[in-house]
């Protein structure tokens, strides 16, 4: 006892029982540490993911980081202490990000089974000569916004015909149990393999699915559109590549070249690679190229004959180089997250338009490439109208069913329309729609998508989304799969090429936009120190 104490309040002793440790209560504030620790190790491997590093970066920069902010900026007297309570290793931070996609990838087929979707997909080659198939699907989420996540990322074991390709998707969808009918719309190359009339994945697909929409990638439409140049255009092309190749055959011509350039006060020192597969690639390659044109002739004078085509198809040149940078900023306006049907037929369309303007212009030498150019002869302009008048055809029948679809006015300006011109069955719901004043407040402060955007919106105005939903839905091109693509290549460095990027989660964790249920996983499991 103590007497000394016998006179203090009851709250004081209240106090002192509050106060004071008990075995259950240390356990407890043990556990929750540790729980924190095992939290954080999922956060952190999350991040690991997101960046495609190696699962030792946390080992050879993590750990000796934040050893270093709490003995340096915190003054932590026992850093090791706190860095313990943090489970580091490379398997498991290869476990936690193997747990961590498998739990997104649950969401998402749960979200997937209850709800139409659009899918997107494409094949291609990867380390090891591995034929990839690769899965983008678009939906509308609770709140009726848009989400693009990855579904999935196969290998095709034999061929990539479009039996093969339908095989493995039907194989997946049967695998979580996603019903094949939810697909509304599906989009891909134009692989024959993937559009081919009798036996192409969207032919077969159609036989599984009666009423899927299939779309044929836009971006790739176009791509093909520019190639096709006449032979004089053609030849002009290759010499400058031939010129190219050869700068950078040898780290000596290209030092040399880049020396020549910055004496010559360039604003640029070196030349661009062209491709066939790269969707900007001629015209980045070839503007580049007038740039330096002075440098180049300059750099090849020793070689009269070359020096001397150089010359000749001059003009040529500065032509295809602002055709091709015209088609780059269609492309640019095709590619991007959450693009629609309504987006690229607007841009398509517009740019069908704009070729007869550019022919006209041509022909009265107001095009951007003649401008400084004094050597253009009538021939010359023969040449570049017909080749843009090819261009106008092609591009009018390549993209024919795209401008055949029908998108009402009041899709993307339903404040701006006369009820009264529009659909009986619409009328009623315009009105409605054109004074509800949150809406209109959305249109204003961010366009016509975020009035649909809007789940009050889907169920006050059911007639007006039936006829949206489609277009905003759909897929119009492959663009997210090609991105997953070059995800893919980076993440199989040198370093780690034999990572299995199918069944381990890395590639999901990077490209998801969805968020592993940590809290949850942490839960299930028991903590293991670091050591």
Not at 229 to 241: C, E, F, N
Request: aromatic residues 8%.
């Amino acid at each position: 006892m103590h007497p000394h104490k016998a006179e203090k309040p009851l709250s004081y002793f209240q106090s002192l029982k509050e106060k004071r440790k008990t075995v259950a209560g240390i356990f407890a504030a043990v556990r929750s540490t540790q729980d924190d620790g095992l939290v954080t190790s999922c956060k952190i491997a999350e991040m690991i993911a997101k960046c495609g590093k190696l699962h030792t970066i946390d080992e050879e920069l993590i750990i000796p980081a934040v050893r270093e902010v709490l003995t340096a900026v915190v003054h932590h007297k026992t850093p090791e202490e706190v860095i313990r309570k943090i489970p580091f290793s490379n398997n498991t931070v290869s476990r936690r990000i193997d747990e961590m996609a498998a739990d997104v990838c649950e969401q998402l087929h749960e979200i997937l089974r209850g709800r139409q979707f659009s899918l997107q997909l494409d094949e291609s080659t990867v380390i090891g000569n591995k034929s990839l198939l690769m899965a983008y699907v678009r939906f509308f989420d609770e709140e009726n916004q848009p989400r693009e996540e990855m579904l999935f990322a196969e290998f095709l074991n034999t061929d990539t015909k479009g039996a093969t390709v339908v095989q493995c998707v039907k194989q997946y969808f049967e695998a979580y149990n996603l019903p094949l009918v939810n697909i509304y719309a599906c989009a891909t190359d134009g692989a024959p393999a993937m559009i081919g009339r009798y036996r192409g994945f969207m032919s077969l697909l159609k036989s599984e699915v009666p009423n899927v929409l299939t779309i044929h990638c836009v971006i790739h439409r176009q791509h093909l559109a520019a190639k096709h140049l006449s032979g004089r255009l053609h030849d002009a092309l290759q010499t400058v590549i031939r010129c190219i190749n050869k700068i950078k055959s040898s780290a000596l011509s290209e030092l040399l070249f880049a020396q020549l350039c910055s004496d010559s006060e360039e604003a640029f020192n070196h030349l661009l690679y062209h491709t066939e597969v790269g969707w900007l690639s001629k015209g980045n390659c070839l503007s580049r190229f007038v740039e330096l044109y002075d440098s180049v002739l300059e750099f090849f004078s020793a070689d009269e004959e070359l020096c001397a085509d150089l010359i000749k198809i001059r003009p040529d040149v500065a032509y295809l180089a602002d055709v091709f940078s015209k088609m780059n900023d269609i492309s640019l306006k095709l590619q991007g997250k959450n693009t629609t049907l309504v987006d690229c037929k607007s841009v398509i369309g517009a740019f069908i338009e704009k070729l007869k303007l550019f022919r006209t212009n041509l022909l009265r030498r107001e095009f951007p490439a003649l401008a400084e150019s004094e050597c253009v002869n009538d021939s010359d302009l023969e040449a570049y109208g017909a080749h843009l008048q090819q261009l106008h055809e092609d591009m009018t029948t390549r993209f024919q069913d795209l401008r055949n679809i029908e998108v009402p006015a009041w899709v993307q300006l339903p404040f701006d329309i006369n009820v009264a011109e529009q659909e009986a069955k619409y009328q009623e719901e315009l009105i409605e729609l054109q004074h509800d004043g949150q809406s209109k407040t959305r249109f204003l402060q961010q366009g016509y998508k975020n009035v649909w955007y809007n789940s009050d919106v889907t169920m006050r105005y059911p007639k007006l989304w039936e006829t949206v939903k489609p277009l905003l839905l759909s897929f119009a091109s492959s663009y997210l799969v090609e991105v997953g693509f070059s995800s893919v290549t980076k993440l199989l460095t040198k370093e780690r090429n034999n990572l299995d990027i199918v069944k381990r989660g890395d590639l999901r964790l990077k490209l998801t936009d969805l968020q592993p249920r940590i809290q949850e996983l942490a839960n299930k499991h028991q903590v293991h120190l670091s050591h």
